[in-house]
C-alpha cells in the first residue's frame, strides 16, 4: 500500500476489519439487495425521480424559501410511491445499514484517537446519540425515515439531510 501514513501494523489490521465487514452475512446481504435494485430501471428511475424533486425542494428551502403544500404533496407521493417499491425500499434499509456500521466503526476510531486507548461501547453509545441531536434544523423531509414529515404538517428540510 502507497498509504504512508499508516503502519504495516495498522495496514494489516485495516485490512482484516474489512474483510471481516466484506464476508459479513449483513453485508453480504445488503450488497445483494443493492444489486437488485440497480438491476431494475423501474425502481431506479423511480428512485431518480424522487431524488431529483427533494433535492429542488432542498435547494429552494436552503435560499430561504419554503415549499408549498402542493410540492410538499408531490414530494410525499413520491416518496410513499419508492417506500411501497421493495426493491427501492431494499435499496434504502440496505444503504442506511451500511452506513449505520461504517457510522459506529468510524465512532470507535474517532473516540480512541481522542481518548488514547479504546472507548467502551457505552462511550460510542452516547457519542452517536449525541451527534444524532446536534441538528437544529427542525422535522426532517427524508425518503424512507420515520422521520419524514407529510404534506399536511409545516415541514422544513434538514441542512444535513443525506441526498437520497
Known sequence: MSNTSLTPELVKITSELANAFAQSQKVVSARARIGLFYQNPEATDLFR???EYGETLRNKHMEGMPPSEEELSKFDQLRAAVVENELCKGFLESRQLLDDMLQVVNQYLC????KGAAPSDEEVADAMNQQMSACSCGPILAIGSTMSTTASTSATLCCTTPTI
Do not use: G
Open 49 to 51: 425521480k424522487v431524488s
Open 111 to 114: 473516540l480512541a484517537i481522542e
